[in-house]
């Protein structure tokens, strides 16, 4: 059972096109009181994002499922360190996923498009973790949308 | 004997164990393990779901008992534990004793019913009934 030797690394993409200009969508991406709103990758559930937006500064994104047990610790944490921030056209950061992914990366780019944002987030991944992390991202991104309905 | 039954099978401590299994992606997760050791990223892989609620569902297994988490390095490595397994099994045998027993038991009753009937008042029973 040796995965690092075997595993081979995708890339996943996802683009979104969000009502919202690229310094408001930039904040709702990097303000933990803003992201505790949309960062948990359940279609239920609630985040506690703990991590100041600066580079080379850790972060912890916590998320719960609101139903079920109740939960004292977070029933899911991943967790790294941000690498680059370019307010309001990037956001680069490092993701580890316990048990999971040893270790990635996570590229957020935004870009004004006729008064609406583009966002296109890119994670390179061992193969076997992409579906659920599109899973996690796509529930992610739909909360996020829904901040700017 | 009974009293005992009852009790082992109404234990508030094996809601844990009831309740990780009474869900299908669990019990799959259980079933892969229990074939052969599985890491997180492996036993993820047949459900289209989020990490977190993977991570969850691993989680109540684990709590339940049903699967012991290995760490080496930074692979995480999944085992069922028999032991868990074989309890739940026991509790819904004693079940099973229990309604064995009692079906005996009402077995023998009715036997000493009928066998009463015909031993005596034989003629009296069909006047009480009308």
Known sequence: MNP??????????????????????YDALTVPEIMNKWFYGTANGRANFIGEPKVGADYTAEMYHESGESSVCADYAPHGKYLELER??????TWISEGFV?????????????????????????????????????NCLNHLAELFS | MIINNKVNFLDPS??????????????RMVL????????????????????PAISKHLKVLENAGLVHRQIEGKTHIFTTKTEALVKAQSVLNELTQFWHDRLNELEDYIGQERKEDS???????PTELL
């Not at chain 1, 309001?88 to 950061?93: A, L, R």
């Open chain 1, 102 to 138: 040893d270790d990635s990366i996570v590229t957020i780019e935004l870009r004004a498009v006729d008064g609406q944002t583009e966002l296109t987030l890119t994670h390179e991944l061992p193969a076997e973790s992409v579906t659920p992390h599109t899973e996690g991202w796509n």
């Open chain 2, 14 to 27: 094996l809601d844990p164990l009831f309740h990780a299994l009474s869900d299908v992606t669990r019990r």
């Open chain 1, 4 to 25: 690092s030797s075997t595993t081979s690394i995708q890339q996943l993409v996802i683009k979104r096109l969000y009502q919202t200009d690229p310094e408001k969508l």
């Open chain 1, 88 to 93: 309001p056209k990037k956001i680069v950061f």
């Open chain 2, 32 to 51: 892969d393990a229990h074939q052969k050791p599985h890491t997180a990223g492996e036993l993820a892989r047949p459900h289209s779901m989020s990490l």
């Open chain 2, 119 to 125: 031993d005596s008042e034989q003629e009296k029973l």
